[in-house]
């Protein structure tokens, strides 16, 4: 009766626990404890509710196990969309990075030329200003020569860096006399020459020769015992004010079949740019104008015709009624 009172005790104790099994309550069934009926029912209860309850569980364990595993695809396809993201916030970055990257080096090399391009300007305004300012000493006690404009445009046309470097200022007629013979003896045969002419009326002009105002025959288209024509097919003459037409300066070779005539050597005349009297220009004994027919041996301005009151009054104002105010002379 012990015996089967515990395993009744036990029995409900499994009951009560939910974990009976079937063969425990076989066990059970061979006591008439409880009508058989009655244990039929109970077991019907029993293990139908409970295969039922297991069922449930098994269902919702794995339902919950689907879930589990739907949440951790869904995770996993999370975590996969973080690291897209993520690589595409990084790959953003590092091209933003790589573009910052490039414009800090095109900037830097843009500032480089930039310096670079500032640094030559600099160089080329030094040069320049030192050429200028070594022009400028050149021409710094010249009554003509006041402009820049003049003097680039003389080193322009004449283009000969050794002349410029050291040529100088032989004569002055306000200051060494307006004398023909006196200007001869300081000019003749000095090679490269530049005349420069003002008048009284503001016109300057004037003319350079390679050759120079020479008694050497041997550089002579004609010798007429002591005067005679000098061949220079470089030499050329040159307008730097005229205020009536207000015209730019301007240069005037020689025409190509006057070479033979560049200018006039005569101990009685003064500086004698063409041919026939009295030239392009010339100046007589007293360095004042003996006239100034423009065309006849160098080229005229386009639209001017040869022995027009135009080309008369081109370089000095008139064809013979001018005035020197100063004549300057600079050679090697």
């Known amino acids: ?31 008439d404890i409880f009508p058989k009926s009655f244990l039929v029912h109970f077991e019907r209860i029993i293990f139908e509710t409970k295969y039922k309850g297991n069922q449930d569980l098994k269902w919702e364990n794995k339902k919950k196990e689907k879930e589990i595993q739907n949440l951790k695809l869904q995770n996993e396809y999370q975590k996969q969309e973080i690291m897209n993201l993520k690589s595409q916030i990084r790959e953003k970055k590092e091209s933003g990075m790589e573009s910052d990257v490039i414009k800090n080096q095109i900037q830097t090399e843009s500032e480089s030329q930039n310096e670079s391009e500032s640094e030559t300007e600099i160089e080329i305004d030094e040069k320049s200003n030192q050429n200028q300012n070594e022009f400028l000493k050149i021409f710094s006690d010249s009554e003509i020569i006041k402009d820049n404009q003049y003097i680039q445009k003389l080193k322009e046309w004449i283009n000969d860096d050794e002349f410029f470097s050291k040529m100088k200022k032989g004569y002055s007629a306000k200051k060494d006399g307006f004398n023909c013979k006196k200007w001869h003896k300081i000019v003749d045969n000095k090679g490269k020459t530049l005349v420069i002419i003002k008048t009284k009326d503001n016109f300057i002009f004037g003319g350079f020769t390679q050759v120079g105002f020479t008694n050497d025959k041997s550089k002579w288209s004609f010798d007429g015992g002591d005067s005679g024509w000098i061949i220079d097919p470089n030499a050329f003459i040159f307008s730097l004010r ?11 070779p020689i025409q190509k079949d006057r070479k033979e005539y560049a200018m006039f050597y005569d101990l009685d005349y003064g500086p004698f740019f063409g041919c026939s009297a009295p030239g392009d220009f010339a100046l007589d004994s007293n360095l004042q104008p003996y006239g100034s027919n423009f065309g006849d041996s160098y080229n005229l301005p386009n639209g001017i015709t040869y022995k027009s009151n ?23």
């Open 1 to 31: 009766m012990n015996a089967t009172k515990r395993l009744f005790h036990s029995f409900f104790s499994l009951f009560d626990k939910d974990s009976i099994s079937k063969q425990d309550f076989d066990k059970l069934k061979q006591f």
């Open 242 to 252: 005229n205020d009536k037409r207000d015209r730019k300066p301007k240069k005037f």
């Open 310 to 332: 135009e080309a008369y009054n081109y370089l000095a104002g008139s064809y013979k009624s001018w005035i020197v105010d100063e004549l300057e002379t600079y050679f090697i």
